[in-house]
T-cell receptor
Framework: DSGVTQTPKHLITATGQRVTLRCSPR?????VYWYQQSLDQGLQFLIQ???????AKGNILERFSAQQFPDLHSELNLSSLELGDSALYFC???????????????FGPGTRLTVL | AQSVAQPEDQVNVAEGNPLTVKCTYS??????LFWYVQYPNRGLQFLLK??????LVKGSYGFEAEFNKSQTSFHLKKPSALVSDSALYFC??????????????FGTGTRLQVTL
């Protein structure tokens, strides 16, 4: 158990809908990362938040957005869903020392999103 | 931009034999390299990392990795494979972002199959 929790584990929805994925980082970790894993795209970085602020952005679609709350949990919002958005969405967290992060990221179990 | 390559989609090895999972990287500055393992329907588990120092890095579950700067490689190794090592292995490189900005770029993954 990595200490990172994600809810829900599974989500089945229809095209055009909107969903929210939730992540709680390990205790003490200030950074939260979101990744998407799909068969055709592999494991892709979406976005990073550090202590409530966006820090790095990857190949995240405009239909997707995220935020990190004061208690450090994070939510990933996916809207106008398409069939191609079906994937496993991972959250990860890491600890920073001295303002820099060379530390490993710890991954949650993921949320499997199926868009029908 | 940084990248990693895992040239083998699958590696097959008999239990008790040594295993190697290959990874090469491309970065513009200092490489910060990681190995993760993913078991079916599970999140990614951190195995080991190279930041600086000794070229041979020891990690979890008896795994180690050899960093070779001249060959830009970071191969994962284990002296004696177990059937329970069968899983999907990912090599990753941290980006060159400054300070708290950080993301991992993953390879395509190598499936390790250990047989009796």
């Amino acid at each position: 158990d990595s200490g990172v929790t994600q809810t829900p584990k599974h989500l089945i929805t229809a095209t055009g809908q909107r969903v929210t994925l939730r992540c709680s980082p390990r205790s003490g970790d200030l950074s939260v990362y979101w990744y998407q894993q799909s068969l055709d795209q592999g494991l892709q970085f979406l976005i990073q938040y550090y202590n409530g602020e966006e820090r790095a952005k990857g190949n995240i679609l405009e239909r997707f957005s995220a935020q990190q709350f004061p208690d450090l949990h994070s939510e990933l919002n996916l809207s106008s869903l398409e069939l191609g958005d079906s994937a496993l969405y991972f959250c990860a967290s890491s600890h920073h020392r001295g303002g820099r992060s060379y530390n490993e990221q710890f991954f949650g179990p993921g949320t499997r999103l199926t868009v029908l | 931009a940084q990248s990693v390559a895992q040239p083998e989609d699958q590696v097959n090895v008999a239990e008790g034999n040594p295993l190697t999972v290959k990874c090469t990287y491309s970065v513009s500055g200092n490489p910060y390299l990681f190995w993760y393992v993913q078991y079916p329907n599970r999140g990614l588990q951190f195995l080991l990392k190279y930041i600086t120092g000794d070229n041979l890095v020891k990690g979890s579950y008896g795994f180690e990795a050899e960093f070779n700067k001249s060959q830009t490689s970071f191969h994962l190794k284990k002296p004696s494979a177990l059937v329970s090592d069968s899983a999907l292995y990912f090599c990753a490189v941290r980006d060159e972002g400054a300070g708290t900005a950080s993301k991992l770029t993953f390879g395509t993954g190598t499936r390790l199959q250990v047989t009796l």
